[in-house]
């Protein structure tokens, strides 16, 4: 297949999931705008909100976007079995690559809330801390893994493998990230984008990646945010920056010692999951071994980002994470719009 025809399928594939994005938007601002109108208090409840974002989501914009991409001709990895132990082992090394990612996107984060001079905000992490359990576990832990794995990595990586397995993988990755919308999961979902499009490419086998996108979310949104209500943290950071004393501090541990002993069992399961993650992919780097594929070496990011379609999508997403991260300049927009006058 010579150059322009691939560059043509991957600007193909770009131009969908733009498309699919761009109503995903129109819809839930029309949601917000209609409840706005009607149930105006309703967008002070963080539950509500979420349950607002994510029904345009599920059932209009992601439905949607399927329908274009199969448009698409594809080819499924051969499938193969994986044995439970590897499971395990799997699971391990994507629990050590998103701790690692999620430290790195904390860090990009933390300077440039030090720099701008006000913290960048998590929008995630205040839908999972606020949100009504039940309502974030069915989102989080199973309507997310299993929509995202269909679109990002069987949707991308069948239509795209054929052109080299590092392509499909990489490109998952990237399009997984960007997605996110924010810079804080951008680091850690390009990371583990891209080892569970690994897995699926050597595996075929989309369960797996499920189950493991699922095991990853409950232990992020479900595990820690119940361990961190336990140790009322927020309470807990005002006393420090309060200037409590050593005994006042200790006071307050010793009121929720159970949920501090849980806490900090799970730091050490973090420690532990990283120190063996990075040991594991040490031990078996040589099986990241990737077929070529098609695309000369040295072309590929031309060919395959370098394309109408697929410049406009990660365009799009590189504008909405810097808007996220610089809502003033959204602020500034607004107050110099005609339409503010």
């Not at 994510?54 to 698409?72: E, F, N, R, S």
């Not at 399009?175 to 680091?187: D, I, P």
Request: charged share 10%; with cysteine; glycine share 8%.
């Amino acid at each position: 297949m010579d150059e322009k025809s691939m560059k043509k399928s991957f600007s193909g594939l770009g131009l969908r999931f733009l498309i699919g994005t761009l109503i995903i938007y129109a819809v839930q601002i029309a949601v917000v705008a209609v409840v706005g109108q009607v149930k105006p208090e309703w967008l002070d409840n963080t539950t509500i909100n979420l349950i607002l974002s994510v029904m345009p989501l599920y059932l209009i914009g992601m439905p949607v976007l399927i329908a274009m991409v199969k448009q698409m001709p594809g080819e499924e990895p051969v499938k193969k079995s994986m044995k439970p132990g590897q499971f395990i082992l799997a699971l391990i090394m994507c629990f050590a690559l998103m701790y690692c990612g999620n430290l790195v996107g904390t860090l990009i984060t933390t300077v440039v809330g030090t720099l701008k001079g006000s913290a960048v905000d998590n929008a995630l992490m205040t839908y999972a801390t606020e949100s009504n359990m039940i309502v974030t576990f069915i989102y989080m832990v199973i309507c997310a893994p299993i929509l995202e794995e269909y679109i990002f990595r069987k949707l991308i990586v069948d239509r795209t493998v054929k052109y080299g397995q590092g392509v499909a993988i990489v490109l998952s990755g990237l399009m997984f990230g960007l997605f996110h919308g924010n810079l804080n999961q951008f680091a850690y979902a390009f990371l583990l984008g891209m080892l569970l499009a690994f897995l699926y490419v050597k595996t075929g086998n989309l369960k797996i990646t499920i189950g493991l996108h699922m095991c990853i979310n409950f232990m992020g949104a479900v595990v820690s945010v119940l361990l961190l209500k336990a140790i009322h943290l927020d309470e807990y950071q005002e006393i420090v920056m309060n200037g409590g004393d050593a005994q006042t501090v200790m006071d307050f541990m010793m009121a929720y010692l159970p949920g501090w002993i849980g806490y900090m069992v799970y730091v050490l399961f973090i420690l532990a999951v990283v120190i063996t993650g990075i040991v594991l992919f040490i031990v078996f780097r040589k099986r990241f071994a990737l077929d070529p594929g098609q695309i000369p070496k040295g072309q590929r990011f031309k060919t395959v980002i370098c394309n109408p379609g697929m410049l406009c999508y990660c365009i799009f997403w590189i504008v909405m994470i810097l808007l996220q991260m610089f809502p003033e300049i959204v602020q500034m927009l607004l107050e110099i719009s005609p339409l503010s006058l």
